[in-house]
């Protein structure tokens, strides 16, 4: 069972709308917010108020990119969870009005399973089972995936995820926000080297990053105290090095599970996997490992309905519906299976 299906993703501050057919995505409309850069984070009564703008242009946009009528949908999907309430609830909101008024089913998806999903919106496709490194700015967890629908998450954070300590760090160094980019930015400029930061040892295949943002921060106080240009004289090295020491950390994990699992293939997802310093790790230790490396295109990696919409495809497939009294869940936990 296949089918024509509307998504839309507005778990954060990209109203986004993509059409999917059989599989196939057929248009992928991002509406990005930059409301938030002069607040340096994301205010979500400024989001929720941007989706309510957005979400009927960037539907309509959508449906137009893809040569699809609205009464040619089979099925209506949405953002379930996590993420920011007010935003989740205007697409939820939209959605269901959608659903209800062409009498057609609603399909809820968990956003970090789309982020996995997103593997399979291009060639080449990952088989089953793969190890997945997924990393944004409110989750880093190691998944096995099984099957689109079957996926075992093996390890996560036990605080702070990596996106944040990317952003926090770059927050400290008075670097503008989304500060994670620019990071990646001047760290091709700086020696990775050239300062040293504790690499946190946690059991298992869980990780830390809360320990790393305190010492980059004491450092930095040390280091201003003595002198006061300290951070601009020293931007592209201090960015290389904070950059390395956390791309480590996730390559440990990633090596030790895909080690101890003998798992060739192996991907990475969510935003951070845009950072250009992770992706070219990863290829690189994938070449001495013998693995199998597959990485998202980088509009695919951020927060897009795309991959919400390969979600949805294969939640059809499976009759997955949800019923219209549905309601988005900002926590929702991402367990695997469904």
Same mark, same amino acid.
């Given at each position: 069972?296949?089918?024509?299906?509307?998504?839309?993703?507005?778990?954060? @501050?990209? %109203?986004?709308?993509?059409?999917?057919?059989?599989?196939?995505?057929?248009?992928?409309?991002?509406?990005?917010?930059?409301?938030?850069?002069?607040?340096?984070?994301?205010?979500?009564?400024? $989001?929720?108020? $941007?989706?309510?703008?957005?979400?009927?242009?960037?539907?309509?946009?959508?449906?137009?990119? $893809?040569?699809?009528?609205? +009464?040619?949908?089979?099925?209506?999907?949405?953002?379930?969870?996590?993420?920011?309430?007010?935003? =989740? =609830?205007?697409?939820?909101?939209?959605?269901?009005?959608?659903?209800?008024?062409?009498?057609?089913?609603?399909?809820?998806?968990?956003?970090?399973? /789309?982020?996995?999903?997103? *593997?399979?919106?291009?060639?080449?496709?990952?088989?089953?089972?793969?190890?997945?490194? +997924?990393?944004?700015?409110?989750?880093?967890?190691?998944?096995?995936?099984?099957?689109?629908?079957?996926?075992?998450?093996?390890?996560?954070?036990?605080?702070?995820?990596?996106?944040?300590? &990317?952003?926090?760090?770059?927050?400290?160094?008075?670097?503008?926000?989304?500060?994670?980019?620019?990071?990646?930015?001047?760290?091709?400029?700086?020696?990775?080297?050239?300062?040293? &930061?504790?690499?946190?040892?946690?059991?298992?295949?869980? &990780?830390?990053?809360?320990?790393?943002?305190?010492?980059?921060?004491?450092?930095?106080?040390?280091?201003?105290?003595?002198? $006061? @240009?300290?951070?601009?004289?020293?931007?592209?090295?201090?960015? /290389?090095?904070?950059? &390395? %020491? =956390?791309?480590?950390?996730?390559?440990?994990?990633? +090596?030790?599970?895909?080690?101890?699992?003998?798992?060739?293939?192996?991907?990475?997802?969510?935003?951070?996997?845009?950072?250009?310093?992770?992706?070219? %790790?990863?290829?690189?230790?994938?070449?001495?490992?013998?693995?199998?490396?597959?990485?998202?295109?980088?509009?695919?990696?951020?927060?897009?309905?795309?991959?919400?919409?390969?979600?949805? *495809?294969?939640?059809?497939?499976?009759?997955?519906?949800?019923?219209?009294?549905?309601?988005?869940?900002?926590?929702?936990?991402?367990?695997?299976?469904?």
């Amino acid at each position: 069972m296949s089918g024509i299906i509307l998504a839309i993703e507005s778990s954060c @501050d990209e %109203t986004s709308a993509s059409v999917v057919k059989n599989g196939t995505v057929l248009s992928n409309i991002v509406s990005t917010q930059e409301v938030h850069q002069k607040y340096g984070g994301v205010v979500p009564e400024l $989001a929720s108020r $941007a989706h309510q703008k957005n979400i009927l242009p960037v539907v309509s946009e959508a449906l137009k990119g $893809a040569g699809i009528k609205k +009464t040619d949908l089979d099925a209506v999907a949405f953002t379930k969870g996590p993420g920011l309430l007010g935003a =989740l =609830l205007v697409g939820t909101s939209f959605a269901k009005g959608m659903a209800m008024a062409l009498d057609i089913p609603l399909i809820g998806v968990n956003h970090m399973q /789309a982020h996995i999903l997103a *593997h399979f919106i291009e060639s080449p496709k990952p088989k089953f089972p793969f190890l997945c490194l +997924t990393v944004s700015g409110g989750h880093t967890q190691l998944v096995v995936v099984k099957s689109p629908l079957e996926m075992e998450v093996i390890g996560e954070t036990i605080d702070d995820a990596v996106g944040e300590a &990317f952003d926090k760090t770059a927050k400290i160094m008075g670097l503008d926000y989304p500060g994670g980019p620019l990071i990646d930015k001047f760290a091709k400029d700086g020696d990775p080297l050239k300062f040293k &930061f504790p690499n946190v040892n946690i059991p298992d295949y869980n &990780f830390s990053f809360s320990g790393i943002k305190t010492a980059f921060l004491n450092f930095l106080r040390k280091e201003t105290q003595k002198d $006061a @240009d300290f951070i601009e004289k020293n931007k592209a090295d201090l960015c /290389a090095s904070i950059q &390395f %020491t =956390l791309i480590r950390i996730l390559m440990k994990k990633l +090596t030790k599970a895909a080690n101890e699992l003998n798992i060739k293939e192996i991907g990475i997802a969510g935003g951070v996997s845009a950072n250009s310093g992770l992706r070219s %790790t990863l290829k690189e230790e994938g070449e001495k490992l013998g693995w199998n490396v597959f990485v998202p295109e980088f509009e695919h990696c951020t927060d897009n309905a795309a991959m919400i919409a390969m979600a949805a *495809h294969y939640q059809y497939e499976g009759k997955d519906f949800e019923k219209l009294s549905t309601s988005p869940n900002p926590r929702l936990k991402f367990t695997g299976s469904r």
